[in-house]
C-alpha cells in the first residue's frame, strides 16, 4: 500500500461506518481506495455490484460493456431509468455512479470482451467481477483471468436461482485456487440452457445475487474474511434456502492441471458451439402453422413439443406435449424417433435453438421448427388467442389447458446457468 494514500475529510465522513469495524478499519477503506477492479457487463447482475462497489469506495471501475437501455432492462437493472432508454450504458453508468462518489475513477470499455482484447483491457486491474450471461464470455474471463493470475468474481441468475463463487484467489501458501473450468470442464450444448430472455428472472434476484458478488469482491480486495473460493453459493429466492457445494482443482484442467494445454486465448463461440449451430441454422427443417393445422386435422403422425416455461403453456397452448427448454436434457427420451416432430415455442427463437442443439450432439434428423410459435398460431389458426404482440399476454385457450408432467432428475446436480 502506498505510503501517502490517505481519506480527506469528505472521504473519511464518507467511509466512516467502514473505518468503524474493527475487522475493517482505516486500512481496510485504504485498501478500496487504491484498487482497480473491472466489471464486465452493466446489466442486472452489473448495476448492483457497480452500485456497492463505487458507494464502498473501490477506487477505479472499469466497466465493459456495449449495449443501450433498453424498456425490458428497467426491472431489474436498477442503474438505469425509464429517460435512459436509448442510451449506452457504460456511459449512463458512469454519470451514475459518479453522482454517487465523486470521490472514484470510472474507466469505460465500450467494446465486447474478446480473445483479441481481454488480456489487455485486463491487465490493468486488480480483480475481474462477470455480469454477463452467456458462456463464451464465462470461459473467456476465466481464462483470461487464470493466464493474468487475476481473482474472477462470478455469478449467475435464471428465474428465482442465483450461484455466486470465486475463482483463482490465491491462498496464504501462493497456491491458486480452483476455477470455473474445474467447476464446469465444457460447456452445456447451445440451446440446453434458456438465457433470462427466455426463461425469465425476478426483478430483485440480481441485486441479491449481485450484492453478494460485491460481497465477495470487497472480501478479497481487503484480505477480509473467508472468499467463496473453492465453495459454490447456490441461492433459492423462492424458499430463501441457500446450499454451499465444494468445488475441487481438476488435475486434468486443460488450463491449470497438471498437463495443460490451453496457454493462450482460444475461440470461445467455436468452443461453445455456436459456430456449428450457425452453419446449422439456415438447414433447418420448418413447418407453417397452416401445416401443422393440416397434419392434426388429417391425423398425420407426429409429435408436437412444446418448450416453453409451464407458466406460459398455462396461459395459452395448442395440445404439445409440455417439455421446457431447461428439463430437456433429462427428457430427451420423451423425444419420438419414429415420426416427424415439431417443435414450438412462443415465437419459433427458443425451439429453433433446441432443435440445432438436439441436432448436432445427439444426431436427430426428425425434427421440425414451427415457424412463428404460438404467435404465429394465434395470427393466422386461432384467432381468439388475440389480441397479441410482444407485451401482452395470450388469453387462455378455453377447453385445452392440458399440462403434461415435468420429470425431473432425482439427483442432485449443479448445472450451469446462464
Same mark, same amino acid.
Given at each position: ?17 467502514? @473505518?468503524?469495524?474493527? =475487522?475493517?478499519?482505516?486500512? /481496510? ?9 473491472? %466489471? ?9 455490484? #457497480? ?7 473501490? /477506487?477505479? #471501475?472499469?466497466?465493459? =460493456? ?48 474478446? %480473445? ?5 483491457? $485486463? ?5 475481474? !467481477? ?15 483471468? @487464470? ?18 463463487? @470465486? ?56 484480505? $477480509?474474511?473467508?472468499? &467463496?473460493?473453492?465453495? &459454490?453459493? #447456490? ?11 465444494? +468445488?475441487?482443482?481438476?488435475?486434468? *484442467? ?32 420448418? +413447418? ?16 408436437? !413439443?412444446?418448450?416453453? =416455461? ?32 415439431? @417443435? ?20 436427430? *434428423? ?13 395470427? =393466422? $389458426? ?18 385445452? *389447458?392440458? $399440462? ?15
Amino acid at each position: 500500500m502506498s505510503d501517502d494514500l490517505t481519506l480527506n475529510d469528505d472521504e473519511r465522513l464518507r467511509y466512516s461506518r467502514h @473505518v468503524l469495524i474493527p =475487522e475493517f478499519n482505516l486500512n /481496510g477503506q485504504l485498501r478500496l481506495k487504491q484498487s482497480r477492479v473491472l %466489471a464486465v457487463g452493466a446489466g442486472g447482475l452489473g448495476s448492483p455490484i #457497480l452500485y456497492y462497489l463505487a458507494a464502498a469506495g473501490v /477506487g477505479t #471501475l472499469g466497466i465493459v =460493456e456495449f449495449d443501450r437501455v433498453d424498456q425490458s432492462n428497467l426491472q431489474r437493472q436498477i442503474l438505469y431509468t425509464t429517460r435512459d432508454i436509448g442510451k449506452t450504458k457504460a456511459r449512463t453508468a458512469r454519470e451514475r455512479l459518479l453522482e454517487l462518489n465523486p470521490h472514484i475513477q470510472v474507466e469505460l470499455h465500450e467494446t465486447s470482451l474478446t %480473445a483479441a482484447n481481454a488480456l489487455e483491457i $485486463i491487465s490493468s486491474y486488480d480483480l475481474v !467481477i462477470d455480469g454477463t450471461d452467456n458462456f463464451p464470455t464465462r470461459y473467456l474471463v476465466n481464462d483470461a483471468c @487464470v493466464l493474468s493470475g487475476k481473482p474472477y468474481i462470478y455469478g449467475s441468475i435464471y428465474q428465482f436461482e442465483g450461484q455466486v463463487s @470465486v475463482f483463482n484467489v490465491t491462498n496464504s501458501h501462493g497456491e491458486a485456487g480452483p476455477n470455473y473450468r474445474d467447476l464446469f470442464p465444457t460447456p452445456p450444448p447451445p440451446g440446453m440452457v434458456p438465457g433470462c430472455a427466455e426463461g425469465g428472472v425476478l426483478g430483485v434476484l440480481p441485486g441479491i445475487i449481485g450484492s453478494m458478488m460485491a460481497n465477495e469482491c470487497i472480501k478479497v480486495l481487503t484480505g $477480509i474474511g473467508e472468499p &467463496l473460493s473453492g465453495r &459454490l453459493l #447456490l441461492f433459492d429466492a423462492l424458499s430463501f434456502e441457500t446450499r454451499s457445494l465444494l +468445488v475441487k482443482k481438476d488435475p486434468n *484442467n486443460p488450463l491449470s492441471g497438471n498437463n495443460p494445454t490451453i496457454r493462450e486465448l482460444i475461440d470461445y463461440d467455436e468452443f461453445c458451439g455456436l459456430k456449428s449451430l450457425d452453419k446449422q441454422t439456415t438447414a433447418m427443417k420448418e +413447418v407453417t402453422v397452416q401445416q401443422l393445422k393440416s397434419m392434426i386435422d388429417n391425423q398425420e403422425a407426429h409429435q408436437l !413439443i412444446d418448450v416453453r =416455461e409451464e407458466y406460459e403453456y398455462q396461459i395459452v397452448n395448442i395440445g404439445g406435449e409440455l417439455i421446457p427448454l431447461n428439463t430437456m436434457e433429462e427428457n430427451r427420451q420423451r423425444i419420438a424417433t419414429d415420426k416427424p416432430v415439431v @417443435v414450438m415455442c412462443r415465437s419459433g427463437v427458443r425451439s429453433a435453438r433446441i432443435i440445432e442443439a438436439l441436432e448436432q450432439h445427439y444426431g436427430y *434428423n426428425n425434427l421440425y421448427n414451427l415457424k412463428g410459435g404460438v404467435l404465429a398460431w394465434a395470427r =393466422e $389458426i386461432e384467432t381468439a388467442f388475440l389480441p397479441i404482440n410482444n407485451h401482452t399476454s395470450l388469453s387462455t385457450r378455453k377447453g385445452n *389447458n392440458r $399440462i403434461a408432467p415435468i420429470i425431473r432428475n432425482s439427483t442432485p446436480s449443479v448445472k450451469p446457468t446462464i
